[in-house]
């Protein structure tokens, strides 16, 4: 596992990764898209790729990030995940991909999904699994600044499926194991850049401090709630680690279709995205991508949601104006 750790940190370092950089106006332009739930061949999911293929030439975004239940048909598992990643592929964009619940009810286990996507160009968390480390394709990424050095860190984690304890119901959790993980590379990414860098998080179950956040009405917030957040039962403290280790300053979640809030908890904002997907599932009025620009430099973060149609709805710069 120390080897795989000390691989994974060589190759942010040392560039063995395509690297990712803040542009020349000092900004990082991110779309997320999550929930598409693709099957090949389905007349709903031709109006998704169409949206996604709208929404990047739009935006131009340096990167996009799928948080999960992209792929759900059960059969032409291959040929699904090639066409949706064709989208950012044709289009030389980078991109990040994490597992939702719905990944691996098909023909293809949870691994076998992760070695087949993490063969696939421009993808940057290309490791399937790490040893001793729960879960798949997690990964951690910096995006550099003019002068080549660290400037900021994209941490993607496999949030799981469902609960693996029998007499616990309801879904997966973030493990000790990850949130283990996650605190060596905050320690490293500090040790190696004198700092503390900030940072962004993406997953695609929401942790259980959504809906704390959310119910609380001082916390300051933005866009809206229409269902109960299905997170786990289970709370194994990573929210508790991140406020800890002080790096990230936003997580990005879906699962949950009709939400699309953006919370402030403690200073970090609890997002989720804008559903992606079709009438293959429940889904909120109009699909979309939630939008997240960084700035070099800056603990700050700009969001919006980039709906179907063009309309750009909840745009906001975190932290919220006092």
Known sequence: MKFIFFLLLFISHFGFAQQLHFNSDGKFKIIQFTDLHYIEGATGSQSTIGMMKGVIESEKPDLVVFTGDVVVGHKQIAKSWDTVLDVVISRNVP?????????????????????????????????PFIENIDGYMN????????????AAILYIMDSHAYSTISNV?????LTYSQIGWYRQQSDAFRKANNKILPALAFFHIALPEYSIAFNDLKNKRIGVRYEAECHPSINTGMFAAMLEQGDVIGTFVG??????????YYGVGL?????????????????????IVLEEGQRKFTTYLHEGDGQIVYNTIFPFNK
């Open 169 to 173: 119901k309801g879904y997966g959790w």
């Open 139 to 150: 990964g951690a990424i910096t995006i550099k600044d003019k002068d080549n050095k660290d």
């Open 255 to 264: 699962h949950d279709h009709i939400n699309d809030y953006l919370v402030d």
């Open 95 to 127: 991109y990040l991909v994490t597992f939702g619940n719905h990944d691996d009810e098909g023909d293809w286990s949870r691994r076998q999904v992760a070695e087949y996507v993490s063969t696939k160009n421009l993808l940057l968390n290309k490791i």
């Open 271 to 291: 997002a989720y995205g804008c559903f992606s997907g079709s009438s293959n599932t429940y889904q909120r009025v109009k699909n979309g991508a939630r939008v």
